[in-house]
């Protein structure tokens, strides 16, 4: 299999809230509980694009087999530079490298917009998530434990870290 990865389209709706509605409904990285709809899941990816930040999508065959983006870490003006990623894959192609791919390249499209540092807040610790994010080069930076109730359990946060670019070595705005 020909793992592509590209930009997400509008068009790309319903395969993502499907890959993320499992995620949602059996697993603990996210802490939402309920999946959320196509037209919002359209509407995040118009939201994303539009800002310019990355949102990014592993096809193969014409189908939609993981995603990634990364947004402002927080909208205050003093995070510019900083992103959060999200990053899923379908349950059914789990372990094949795709994970690794989308995140490879979404470091590079993050960097590529100006980003400087990138957070991965992981819910639940997930293994799987902090073993890829660490293959990459992120480092943890900090746990918050019982920080989300799911599953019938507290689910500690892992928070990790990596530099984009140039990262604090120099002034983003040139000056």
């Known amino acids: 299999m020909t793992i592509a990865i590209r930009a997400a389209r509008l068009d790309d709706a319903a395969a993502i809230a499907a890959i993320y509605a499992h995620h949602v409904l059996h697993g603990t990285a996210t802490y939402e509980t309920i999946p959320p709809s196509i037209d919002a899941t359209r509407e995040k990816i118009a ?29 205050r003006p003093a995070y510019a530079y900083a992103c959060e990623d999200s990053i899923y894959v379908s349950v059914d192609h789990a372990r ?7 995140l490879a390249a979404l470091l590079i499209a993050a960097t590529n917009h100006g980003f400087r540092q990138m ?23 900090g746990r918050l434990p019982a920080m989300g109730w799911k599953a019938g359990r507290w689910l500690d946060s892992v928070y990790m870290q990596i530099m984009l670019g140039e990262g604090a070595a120099t002034n983003p705005a040139g000056g």
Do not use: N
């Open 47 to 75: 939201h994303i694009t539009e800002k310019g930040w990355p949102y990014l999508v592993a096809c193969a065959d014409g189908m939609v087999l993981g995603y990634a983006y990364a947004t402002q870490f927080r909208d």
């Open 96 to 102: 094949r490298g795709i994970g690794g791919a989308l």
């Open 119 to 141: 957070v991965a807040v992981i819910g639940g610790g997930e293994p799987a998530s902090v073993a890829l994010h660490a293959a990459l080069g992120f480092r943890q930076v």
